[in-house]
């Protein structure tokens, strides 16, 4: 697979380099930074362009030197380092594609200051060249309007980030039926995916309660609720293979309740939803149905007392459903160019009503996204509402009844295809 990969991402880089007059390209894996004052660096993050390529996600310092029509060249960086290691990186069908000199230092580096009409793909301060053109917008804009399309290399990665993510999924349930802290069940997730928390394509999501309408909930409380106190748990977790991300959410029920019901009708819509992410589809048109489906929901359970309709309209529906749909995914968990309307950069925003949907293009075949609905008891948009005159839609005695629970999310990771979709998460 990566073979026919490699050949359809060399051709699209060889026609970004013919619109933007370029002869060439300098891509760079990129490097650490140190926490302030401190010789510790942040985690590793690999140029998603760099990992298009080849499958290292962990070494910094690397450049690929694409040229036009000629065999790339890879700078590998191999330092005579007795504090670190190194994981082995020239395995592979991908190494027979690059020309592959080991560098131990910059001193290695070639001098590149005599290059005409090449680019520098990178971080902002890797930038040393006055002669290359620091990320050129019509090469950038061109590259990540392809990059929306996967291989069935990118495919299958993106498959093998799912099951290894479900793998810690089941592993976290189980943990949050035992009573497990929010910690305890973080870190069954990690021993089940075998991953490092700096492999992580993002920081995970281990909610439980009141927690659970924290969108980007981060703290992990290490105290065990008492199992009378427990009611709910959120996890929006994934992993990483060859550089490519997996992006899942879930959402459980302590107890045979209310919100299990509303969970229930939750999954339901988000399938629903989901299949109909097929080619040709506006996702922008995908997000709104399911604002009309998640305001049915709520009407059912008796949390806001006007029609679906209405409820979207005034912006009622955003309280209790404020981000959105899903993103595209792939090198990157919000994987670029969401907002791309063509190959030359120019730009799709949101609705005005919908400012935080990331994805506004129409669907294409292998197209891979997510798709993710939720329904949340957030204080600060509920006072929102009250202070926006809209307040009286609300039942207030069943907020009461649900915010305990925090909220719901379901989401999958999609593969765009004409008459169906291939759902990588629900695959087994």
Not at 92 to 103: L, T, Y
Not at 235 to 261: L, M, P
Request: hydrophobic share 35%; aromatic share 12%.
């Amino acid at each position: 697979m990566y073979n026919k990969h490699y050949k359809y991402v060399s051709k699209i880089i060889n026609k970004g380099l013919n619109k933007a007059k370029l002869d060439g390209v300098l891509i760079y894996s990129g490097h650490v930074h140190n926490y302030f004052l401190d010789d510790m660096p942040y985690a590793f993050a690999c140029n998603p362009h760099f990992k298009w390529l080849v499958p290292i996600t962990e070494t910094p310092h690397c450049i690929i030197h694409f040229k036009l029509d000629s065999k790339p060249v890879l700078y590998l960086y191999q330092p005579k380092d007795y504090w670190h290691s190194l994981p082995k990186t020239t395995e592979g069908d991908w190494a027979d594609h690059f020309e592959i000199i080991p560098i131990s230092c910059k001193e290695d580096v070639p001098d590149f200051s005599h290059l005409k009409n090449h680019g520098w793909i990178g971080q902002n301060d890797s930038h040393e060249y006055d002669n290359l053109q620091l990320n050129p917008q019509v090469y950038m804009d061109f590259i990540h309007w392809k990059r929306a399309n996967k291989t069935k290399y990118e495919i299958e990665n993106i498959k093998q980030a799912n099951q290894l993510a479900l793998k810690g999924h089941k592993a976290a349930e189980l943990s949050f039926r035992k009573g497990y802290s929010e910690f305890e069940t973080h870190m069954a997730y990690m021993l089940a995916t075998k991953h490092n928390e700096y492999q992580l394509p993002y920081g995970n999501i281990i909610a439980q309660n009141e927690n659970g309408a924290i969108l980007h909930y981060q703290h992990m409380q290490r105290l065990r609720h008492k199992p009378e106190n427990l009611k709910s748990f959120l996890i929006d977790a994934g992993c990483q293979v060859n550089g490519y991300a997996s992006d899942i959410t879930r959402t459980y029920s302590y107890n045979d309740d209310e919100f299990a019901q509303m969970i229930v009708a939750v999954e339901k819509m988000q399938i629903k939803i989901g299949n109909k992410a097929t080619v040709g589809a506006s996702y922008v048109d995908l997000h709104q149905q399911a604002h009309l489906k998640l305001a049915t929901i709520i009407k059912e359970f008796d949390i806001i007392n006007c029609d679906a309709q209405e409820a979207h309209d005034t912006g009622l529906s955003n309280v209790f459903f404020p981000h959105g749909l899903g993103h595209y995914l792939g090198l990157q968990v919000h994987d670029i160019g969401g907002h791309q309307k063509n190959k030359k950069g120019n730009i799709k925003p949101p609705p005005d009503l919908h400012p935080f949907l990331r994805l506004t293009r129409t669907l294409k075949k292998n197209n891979v996204i997510t798709i993710e609905p939720g329904i949340y008891f957030i204080d600060m948009l509920l006072e929102k509402a009250k202070a926006d005159g809209l307040g009286h839609y609300i039942n207030w005695s069943r907020i009461d009844d649900f915010k305990p629970y925090g909220g719901i999310r379901i989401e999958d990771n999609i593969v765009v295809k004409k008459k169906h979709v291939i759902n990588l998460t629900r695959m087994s």
